[in-house]
């Protein structure tokens, strides 16, 4: 029976939601990965620190380095909204799934919610340097300032936590529009229209 389903395009338009919803599942665990790396060049070789776990420059908590830890004082409003948006855009997603049936319409509205919402967190997901920078330099003076957080910025990059996120939620957004055109959504909508 799953065979004839994916043998049609509605089929494969169901299984490219899915996928499209496990990539944006996958992209709430990726920030336990490292959140920033900070190069300092030196007369030798560089010193490397990675900084970690991506979840405590968005909800606050420990910043573990190879060296120390360090407790944040602020959180990335950035990365914060930006994991919101693909768990809403997970959301929207799954809930398209009781629609795709009798009300094909409503489904089509979720999907189109859900494209939204995960383009709009993995943008964010992808430009939270500066953001990062700035909690990871408040934990480590345990205060702010801004030379310092310049500093910081100038000598970090954004690592798999956020990179990771932003990547896999592209990617579901890829396979969500994709979804759209190849079950007949789009022609669907496109009929209703002109009706």
Same mark, same amino acid.
């Given at each position: 029976?799953?065979?004839?389903?994916?043998?049609?395009?509605?089929?494969?338009?169901?299984?490219?939601?899915?996928?499209?919803?496990?990539?944006?599942?996958?992209?709430?665990?990726?920030?336990?990965?490292?959140?920033?790396?900070?190069?300092?060049?030196?007369?030798?070789?560089?010193?490397?620190?990675?900084?970690?776990?991506?979840?405590?420059?968005?909800?606050?908590?420990?910043?573990?380095?190879?060296?120390? *830890?360090?407790?944040?004082?602020?959180? %990335? @409003? &950035?990365?914060?909204?930006?994991? #919101? $948006? +693909?768990?809403?855009?997970?959301?929207?997603?799954?809930?398209?799934?009781?629609?795709?049936?009798?009300?094909?319409?409503?489904?089509?509205?979720?999907?189109?919610?859900?494209?939204?919402?995960?383009?709009?967190?993995?943008?964010?997901?992808?430009?939270?340097?500066?953001?990062?920078?700035?909690?990871?330099?408040?934990?480590?003076?345990?205060?702010?300032?801004?030379?310092?957080?310049?500093?910081?910025?100038?000598?970090?990059?954004?690592?798999?936590?956020?990179?990771? *996120?932003?990547?896999?939620?592209?990617? %579901? @957004? &890829?396979?969500?529009?994709?979804? #759209? $055109? +190849?079950?007949?959504?789009?022609?669907?909508?496109?009929?209703?229209?002109?009706?």
């Amino acid at each position: 029976m799953i065979k004839t389903l994916l043998k049609t395009d509605k089929g494969r338009g169901v299984g490219l939601r899915l996928i499209a919803s496990l990539l944006l599942f996958i992209c709430l665990f990726m920030p336990f990965a490292e959140g920033l790396k900070m190069t300092v060049p030196s007369s030798g070789d560089d010193v490397i620190t990675t900084y970690g776990p991506a979840f405590s420059f968005i909800f606050g908590g420990s910043l573990v380095s190879e060296h120390a *830890t360090y407790q944040t004082r602020g959180i %990335s @409003v &950035v990365g914060l909204l930006g994991f #919101l $948006f +693909l768990l809403l855009s997970l959301a929207a997603v799954a809930s398209s799934f009781f629609f795709i049936k009798d009300r094909r319409k409503t489904a089509a509205l979720l999907i189109g919610v859900s494209i939204v919402l995960g383009l709009a967190g993995s943008i964010m997901m992808l430009s939270t340097h500066q953001n990062a920078a700035a909690v990871l330099a408040d934990a480590l003076i345990s205060g702010h300032s801004e030379s310092v957080v310049n500093t910081v910025t100038k000598y970090t990059s954004l690592q798999f936590g956020f990179i990771g *996120t932003g990547i896999f939620g592209l990617l %579901s @957004v &890829v396979a969500s529009v994709a979804s #759209l $055109f +190849l079950d007949g959504t789009v022609d669907f909508l496109k009929s209703q229209i002109v009706h």
